[in-house]
């Protein structure tokens, strides 16, 4: 498939203007000027939450040469500029990353904030995953109703429906719950939520990312938080997207999904 019409296909289910002003979407490697003479046709797309070493490595078993992702691949402060390249491309985890990508000539394609806000997208998929009843869209969050229950039953419920190995929680664990906001990934560490939030009357946030500062703060508002994980609340979407794009295409490309491993482990 002509890879301008694969992108353009990509961009159907999940349009570019969704995402928040600045972000990092896009083909994000190789720099685009690269591109024009890179490749013009693509059999194998391989799909995954973040691309790592680990699953890059299985996807040149399998031959992938475009690859969508929903995290950024590369450790690099958030510029879009052409001089990132210069100043990133030495540090060792991108040189490691981008020397694979260069030899075998893979073009990198990512979905952030855009997904984040789509109908099949992060968000929409974590509130229908936890089954929330009418729900009220936000940018990169989602406001629902659940049947009345206590946060310990609720977060048994979440434990179970987005298969966490541990969760951190923040909140009396016997106050009922009964309107749920979800911020899947790391969207919490922006303060505007607790006060939407807040605002909405909801009793419990699910996300991730969670750190002391931001629990001390919910306490304050009176809001329960569950960090179920930043692979956990996002990879639904990216599973959904996944999906769409081989119902879409499927006939004339080969799409894979590949999954992460957790990157850390608890001990009690
Ligand atoms: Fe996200
Ligand atoms: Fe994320």
Not at 8 to 20: C, G, K, M, R, T
Not at 58 to 69: A, H, P
Not at 86 to 115: C, E
Request: net charge negative; aromatic share 8%; glycine share 6%.
């Amino acid at each position: 498939m002509d890879i301008n019409r694969l992108i353009e296909s990509i961009e159907e289910i999940v349009p570019l203007y969704l995402a928040l002003p600045g972000d990092e979407i896009g083909v994000v490697y190789p720099l685009i000027h690269k591109l024009v003479n890179y490749r013009v046709d693509v059999e194998v797309v391989g799909v995954t939450w973040e691309l790592t070493l680990m699953n890059l490595k299985l996807m040149l078993r399998d031959g992938v040469e475009f690859i969508v992702c929903h995290e950024d691949p590369f450790i690099r402060r958030s510029i879009g500029s052409v001089l990132w390249e210069l100043g990133y491309r030495d540090k060792i985890p991108n040189k490691l990353m981008m020397d694979i990508l260069d030899t075998q000539r893979i073009v990198v394609y990512r979905m952030h904030t855009n997904l984040d806000n789509s109908e099949i997208g992060t968000n929409s998929e974590l509130a229908k995953k936890l089954g929330l009843k009418d729900i009220k869209n936000y940018p990169v969050s989602r406001v629902g109703r659940i049947n009345e229950c206590s946060l310990k039953e609720f977060v048994e419920l979440v434990k179970k429906k987005l298969s966490c190995k541990f969760l951190l929680i923040s909140g009396d664990l016997d106050r009922v719950i009964k309107k749920v906001m979800v911020v899947a990934g790391a969207g919490l560490r922006h303060k505007e939520f607790f006060e939407l939030a807040y605002k909405e009357g909801v009793d419990v946030i699910v996300s991730a990312e969670l750190d002391e500062r931001l629990a001390r703060y919910a306490q304050y508002l009176n809001i329960a938080i569950i960090d179920a994980g930043h692979y956990e609340t996002e990879v639904w979407g990216v599973k959904r997207f996944n999906e769409e794009l081989k119902n879409k295409i499927g006939n004339e490309v080969q799409v894979k999904f590949y999954e992460n491993v957790k990157s850390f482990t608890v001990l009690f």
